[in-house]
């Protein structure tokens, strides 16, 4: 069997729009529809916004750099509520809109943000859901992982993200994009990844957080630990996170 170049494949496949009427009225509902993963079932962690961060945009992307070396300070809610809600949460706008913090194409938000908590965190360890709507976390697993399970995550060569307080795991429920854009909607899904973690990057940088985006992600381990089957929803974006 000849060997498929898939990047060629991906590239030509994705490359049409799928047609659909301009006027909206002939929209299916579900385009309308904006979907949010929820975990009715399990505790939850609610976070408060108190009075907003201030920083200057153009000194952050001076600023911002990879960082793999992570000290025993703790991260704290707050700060990790500004970091959540200022990269992938629903913001209120000064007049009374609300969206969310980054862009998507058609406004499908097809990305779901999850948190491997490891340690040094005000949050015990174990795996989380962020809720945007709600700006809490879904309590998945209170767990302390050892290094056998962390080694099931991430590849050999990046240790240093398995020592990092946290893993913010990023994945993409690919229909939500797919059912109005077909498979171009897979460009638009990677696109926004880029976008919300262009988001911890700069926020966490403004928070005085350390923070690497890592492509070493063993993504079977990591979509067994989640729970979800790697096609319709897949991890596409990991970032290491500490002080």
């Given at each position: 069997?000849?060997?498929?170049?898939?990047?060629?494949?991906?590239?030509?496949?994705?490359?049409?729009?799928?047609?659909?009427?301009?006027?909206?009225?002939?929209?299916?509902?579900?385009?309308?529809?904006?979907?949010?993963?929820?975990?009715?079932?399990?505790?939850?962690?609610?976070?408060?916004?108190?009075?907003?961060?201030?920083?200057?945009?153009?000194?952050?992307?001076?600023?911002?750099?990879?960082?793999?070396?992570?000290?025993?300070?703790?991260?704290?809610?707050?700060?990790?509520?500004?970091?959540?809600?200022?990269?992938?949460?629903?913001?209120?706008?000064?007049?009374?809109?609300?969206?969310?913090?980054?862009?998507s194409g058609g406004g499908r938000y097809?990305?779901?943000?999850?948190?491997?908590?490891?340690?040094?965190?005000?949050?015990?360890?174990?795996?989380?859901?962020?809720?945007?709507?709600?700006?809490?976390?879904?309590?998945?697993?209170?767990?302390?992982?050892?290094?056998?399970?962390?080694?099931?995550?991430?590849?050999?060569?990046?240790?240093?993200?398995?020592?990092?307080?946290?893993?913010?795991?990023?994945?993409?429920?690919?229909?939500?994009?797919?059912?109005?854009?077909?498979?171009?909607?897979?460009?638009?899904?990677?696109?926004?990844?880029?976008?919300?973690?262009?988001?911890?990057?700069?926020?966490?940088?403004?928070?005085?957080?350390?923070?690497?985006?890592?492509?070493?992600?063993?993504?079977?381990?990591?979509?067994k630990l989640l729970d979800i089957d790697?096609?319709?929803?897949?991890?596409?974006?990991?970032?290491?996170?500490?002080?």
């Amino acid at each position: 069997m000849k060997n498929i170049n898939f990047s060629k494949l991906f590239t030509r496949s994705s490359k049409e729009f799928a047609l659909f009427p301009l006027d909206k009225a002939g929209w299916p509902e579900e385009w309308g529809t904006v979907y949010y993963k929820d975990y009715p079932r399990m505790p939850k962690v609610s976070f408060s916004q108190d009075e907003k961060p201030r920083a200057d945009l153009f000194s952050l992307i001076e600023e911002r750099k990879s960082q793999r070396n992570f000290s025993k300070e703790p991260i704290t809610l707050r700060e990790l509520s500004h970091l959540l809600y200022y990269s992938a949460g629903v913001i209120a706008t000064p007049d009374g809109y609300y969206k969310r913090a980054h862009p998507s194409g058609g406004g499908r938000y097809p990305i779901e943000t999850y948190l491997i908590v490891n340690r040094d965190t005000e949050l015990k360890n174990g795996l989380y859901h962020y809720n945007p709507k709600s700006h809490s976390l879904d309590v998945l697993w209170e767990h302390d992982f050892i290094r056998e399970e962390m080694d099931a995550l991430i590849v050999a060569g990046d240790g240093w993200a398995k020592e990092a307080p946290f893993l913010i795991i990023m994945t993409a429920t690919f229909w939500r994009s797919q059912n109005k854009y077909g498979e171009r909607g897979l460009r638009f899904a990677l696109l926004e990844a880029g976008h919300i973690g262009q988001n911890f990057l700069l926020a966490g940088t403004a928070l005085g957080l350390r923070l690497c985006p890592t492509g070493g992600t063993l993504d079977y381990g990591v979509e067994k630990l989640l729970d979800i089957d790697g096609q319709t929803e897949g991890v596409v974006y990991a970032i290491a996170v500490g002080k």
